[in-house]
């Protein structure tokens, strides 16, 4: 699904959809699947609900798993569509998914704090 693109980003290409719900999303599998293949380091017991961090174009956001949303999909709220060329979604478009030193420096920017074993609303969230 996802490739090496640089030192910080994997590249991979989603069919990109709007959602109502407030947060970006992708399947809940697929989600705790990238999260224990990019995320992880393999030592101890490590969350694999900690969301992704994904950029469409000029956006960063934080995702999170949804099993409403169908596989290969990025559902985006409106508020992040809104600011993007996706004109006609679902749209099939490229997507990076920064990697875990750079994700966690992105989330912690959106002041996400990892240690935070309560997967609930955090700041930042839906921007």
Same mark, same amino acid.
């Given at each position: 699904?996802?490739?090496?693109?640089?030192?910080?980003?994997?590249?991979?290409?989603?069919?990109? $959809?709007?959602? /109502?719900?407030?947060?970006?999303?992708?399947?809940?599998?697929?989600?705790?699947?990238?999260?224990?293949?990019?995320?992880?380091?393999?030592?101890?017991?490590?969350?694999? /609900?900690?969301?992704?961090?994904?950029?469409?174009?000029?956006?960063?956001?934080?995702?999170?798993?949804? %099993? %409403?949303?169908?596989?290969?999909?990025?559902?985006?709220?409106?508020?992040?569509?809104?600011? $993007? /060329?996706?004109? %006609?979604?679902? %749209?099939?478009?490229?997507?990076?998914?920064?990697?875990?030193?750079?994700?966690?420096?992105?989330?912690?920017?959106?002041?996400?704090?990892?240690?935070?074993?309560?997967?609930?609303?955090?700041?930042?969230?839906? $921007?």
């Amino acid at each position: 699904m996802f490739e090496v693109f640089s030192r910080s980003y994997y590249l991979g290409r989603l069919y990109v $959809t709007p959602t /109502d719900h407030p947060r970006a999303l992708i399947h809940d599998e697929q989600h705790e699947r990238l999260n224990e293949e990019v995320y992880t380091s393999g030592e101890g017991v490590e969350r694999l /609900d900690a969301p992704l961090v994904m950029k469409l174009e000029s956006q960063h956001f934080p995702v999170h798993g949804d %099993s %409403s949303v169908p596989a290969n999909t990025l559902a985006l709220p409106e508020s992040v569509l809104e600011n $993007t /060329d996706v004109r %006609s979604p679902p %749209s099939l478009r490229e997507v990076l998914l920064a990697r875990r030193e750079q994700a966690e420096r992105l989330l912690s920017f959106a002041g996400w704090d990892p240690t935070d074993f309560d997967p609930g609303e955090y700041p930042g969230a839906g $921007t």
